[in-house]
C-alpha cells in the first residue's frame, strides 16, 4: 500500500509505532521496521544523549530498514540536554523524527539539513496547522481516544481526522483507537495517509515490557481507562488500576486546590516499576481505549501482516461490493 506517508518515511506499510515511555527500546522500534513500518526509538527513555546513541547503534544491529526516534519537548525548568538529544539522532543516522510536547521549531533547521523528515504529534486542527507552518513534514493527529495526552479539547477522531484532511496539505497519520485493519481503512476514508499505534504494540511478544503490562491490556476493556490531570491541564489517559482510584479521589477531594506536589506519588517515576518489574498498582500509566479491541499478544510481524491483509480485504471485499451495487 503506497501512500505519502510509506513514500515520505521510505516504508512498506503506513503503520507508524508512537513513542512510549520505557516501551519504545531497540527491540520494538527494530521489529515494526522489520515487518514493514516504522519503529520508534523513546528518546528519553535513555537518560543521557550517549545512551540514546548506544540503542540507536543496538537498533541498527537489528534492521537495516528506516526507524526512527520520539523526542518529546517537555515544559520542565531543568530541560533535558536537547542540543545533546539531536546530535545523538544526527550522528547515528537517523532520517525520521517524531517530536511531541513544545513547539520544536528551533530544532528543525538542523534535524532538516540532515535530511531529517520531521512528524509532531497534534491533539488539534489549530496546533496540525501550525506544525505545518513551521515546516513540518507530516503531523500525527491524536484523537480524544488515545493513551497518554489528548489535549484539552476532547475531539474524536471521527470529527478531528476530516477536519485535518480539510485544512492541512502535509501528510498526517490518524492515531488514537487504532488497532487493526478495520482502524487503518477507516483513518483512510477520513483522510489520514496511515496510522500511528501505541498501545497495540505494547502488547506484541517483541515489546520489552513486563508480561503483567501486555495481560493487563488485553483483560481491559473500553470502559477501562480514566483521564487523570485535568485540573492541571496535563490530562492524561491512562489504565485504571488502585493508584489511578486514589489519584481521582485526591483529584476530587482537593479540587481546585491541587498541585502535582500532591499526586506526585502516582505520577512521577513509576513507568519503571510498571514495564520492567510489572507491578501494575505503582501508578498511573498510558494506555487508550483502543485495549478494548486488543485480545491477544501476537508477534509485530504477524500483527501487521494481519492488519495489512485485512485492510484489502475490506478495501477489495467489502467496500468494493458496497460500491458496486
Known amino acids: 500500500m503506497k501512500t ?38 523513546t528518546g528519553l527513555t535513555q537518560r543521557t544523549p550517549e545512551l540514546l546513541a548506544q540503542e540507536i547503534a ?23 540536554d536537547y542540543p545533546g538529544y539531536i546530535r545523538a539522532i544526527i550522528d547515528g543516522g537517523i532520517k525520521a523524527v517524531e517530536t511531541a510536547g513544545n513547539n520544536p521549531q528551533k530544532w528543525l533547521p538542523a534535524l532538516h539539513e540532515a535530511g531529517i523528515k520531521v512528524i509532531h504529534k497534534c491533539t488539534s486542527v489549530r496546533h496540525s496547522l501550525k506544525a505545518e507552518s513551521i515546516g513540518c513534514d507530516a503531523v500525527s493527529v491524536d484523537g480524544f481516544e488515545c493513551g497518554g495526552h489528548p489535549g484539552e479539547d476532547d475531539v474524536p477522531n471521527f470529527i478531528l481526522l ?21 482502524s487503518l ?5 477520513l483522510g489520514a495517509e496511515g496510522m500511528n ?16 503490562v501486555k495481560q493487563a491490556i488485553v483483560a481491559a476493556s473500553e470502559l477501562d481507562t480514566r483521564l487523570v490531570m485535568r485540573s ?17 479521589e485526591k ?36 494506555c487508550g481505549m483502543v485495549a478494548g479491541l486488543i485480545s491477544d ?7 501487521i501482516d494481519r492488519i495489512m491483509r485485512e485492510a484489502e480485504e475490506i478495501i477489495g471485499g467489502r467496500l468494493a461490493r458496497f460500491a458496486a451495487g
Open 162 to 182: 476530516p477536519r485535518a484532511a480539510e485544512a492541512l496539505k502535509i501528510p498526517f497519520v490518524a492515531s488514537g483507537g487504532m488497532a487493526d485493519g478495520r
Open 297 to 303: 499478544v501476537p508477534t509485530v510481524k504477524q500483527l
Open 185 to 189: 481503512v477507516a483513518a483512510l476514508a
Open 4 to 41: 505519502r506517508i510509506t513514500e515520505l518515511f521510505g516504508i512498506e506499510h503506513p503503520i507508524i509505532q508512537g513513542g512510549m515511555h520505557y516501551v519504545g527500546f531497540a527491540e520494538l522500534a527494530a521489529a515494526v521496521s522489520n515487518a514493514g513500518g516504522l519503529g520508534i526509538i
Open 58 to 80: 543496538r537498533c541498527r544491529e537489528m534492521t537495516d530498514k528506516p526507524f526512527g526516534v520520539n523526542l518529546t519537548f517537555l515544559p520542565t525548568v531543568t530541560s533535558p
Open 232 to 248: 492541571l491541564r496535563n490530562t492524561e489517559r491512562v489504565l485504571r488500576n488502585d493508584a489511578v482510584d486514589r489519584l481521582i
Open 197 to 212: 499505534m501505541g498501545t497495540r504494540f505494547i502488547a506484541t511478544q517483541e515489546a520489552p515490557v513486563h508480561e503483567n
Open 251 to 286: 483529584e476530587k477531594t482537593l479540587g481546585a486546590a491541587l498541585k502535582f506536589e500532591d499526586i506526585i506519588d502516582e505520577v512521577a517515576g513509576v513507568y519503571p516499576k510498571i514495564m520492567k518489574d510489572g507491578a501494575m498498582d505503582a501508578g498511573a500509566w498510558s
